[in-house]
């Protein structure tokens, strides 16, 4: 299984090693907000910007609400469009993959599909990148009949191409669950034109991969606020590895979030860059640079779940945890370390164990054991929601409008 998984995610030879950088201009607005003044205009010497990058992550751990919050966008829309795959590999079956569906869209003969786009709260220096993209999947009107209107939002993993976990978005309709399949920050359409793969939302660039996190975060937020305007009531996440450390981050800051639903989970973003298989590239900028894994760790701090597991566990919530037994970019020692965390702190969870690795969870037969897990857990997760005294519901749904003003 190890060889299996080794020989996956060494497949992909576009991976790039970038010198490492602290980004502080990428968090100048939550610096200056706070006091600590802008992002310095001349190089720090690397002690020293260390010690401070370290420092804001601790303020920003303090200030996370201030951090991830937001104001509403205005400009919600939907957009019908031919999807594409936007692939992030170079393999040869990929490519001609895209190529067949761009030649079927050309010929009429690929169905236009549904889109949320707006413009994200949180800003980057490329205009395609903070224009956010859910593909939407409603739910028929009769499988919605006589329960309160539910939807879920995916997340998938990172360098994920756009029609990945499209299949779950289906399967969660015939539940009667609406779907929003939400690229994530840097991700497929929202890709600079620069880059072959989502390297921006994780890379050597310290403050970069936290702003992508904060982006993500927001964004996942603000389609909550569109799906309230939609008439829906009861919300859940999905989160695959990258995906599900956003996801757990949002729901950690927004109680409306009652069904979540980790595929592949750690605590410490660091930890998993540092010890990943498909981070590797990564860890090379970071060692060539004098790195170590216990730095690092502090400075992905406001970016690892572990920052926040006490205020993810204060609201009710339903959790189901997958990990895979040969996981070698989320170890397995980190997710049982959040399986522990939730123990400890008396969140309703279930755990899975897949008899895999982390990139072979995409293969037969272990995506579809995968699959049948997520789809359950969220089936079974919504029934007992709508199910739920309406006197709690009620009073969650308060809260969670309070939020999202």
Known sequence: MFAWETALTTRDENRVVRPVEFGFEWLDDFLRSHGAGSAPQSP?????????????????????????????????????????????NVRPET???DARLKEMAEKGELEPAQFLRFTSPVRTPYPENDLVNA???????????GKPKQAIIVMPQWNADAFSHNALCSLFNRFGISALRLSKPYHDI???????????????????????????VVDIRCCLDWLETQGYKQFGILGTSLG????????????????????HASTSFGDVVWTGQSTRHIRKAFEDAGMTQTRLRQLWASISPVSYMERFAATPKRVLVVH???????????????????????????????????YTTGETPYKFMDGWYLGSFVYQAFKALAEAPTAASSSLENIGEMVSR
């Open 244 to 263: 599900s450390c956003y996801a757990f981050i949002a729901s950690a800051h927004d109680p409306r979030l009652r069904v979540n639903a980790f595929n």
């Open 44 to 88: 720090l010497d690397p002690a020293s910007a260390e010690e401070w990058m370290i420092a804001l992550n601790e303020i920003i751990v303090r200030e996370s609400d201030n951090f991830f919050g937001y104001e509403p966008p205005a400009d919600y829309r939907l957009e019908a469009r031919h999807p594409q795959l936007f692939p992030t």
């Open 324 to 358: 895979a037994t040969y996981d070698l970019t989320f170890l397995r020692e980190y997710s049982l370390e959040v399986l522990r965390s939730f123990s400890e702190l008396g969140v309703n969870f279930v755990s899975k164990v897949l008899p895999c690795g982390h």
């Open 135 to 145: 593909r939407w999947y409603p739910a028929p009107a009769r499988k919605q009949v």
């Open 190 to 216: 929202r890709r600079p034109a620069e880059l072959e793969r989502s390297d921006y939302a994780v890379s050597s660039n310290i403050g970069r991969t936290i702003a992508a996190c904060r982006q993500a």
């Open 95 to 97: 490519l001609a993959q």
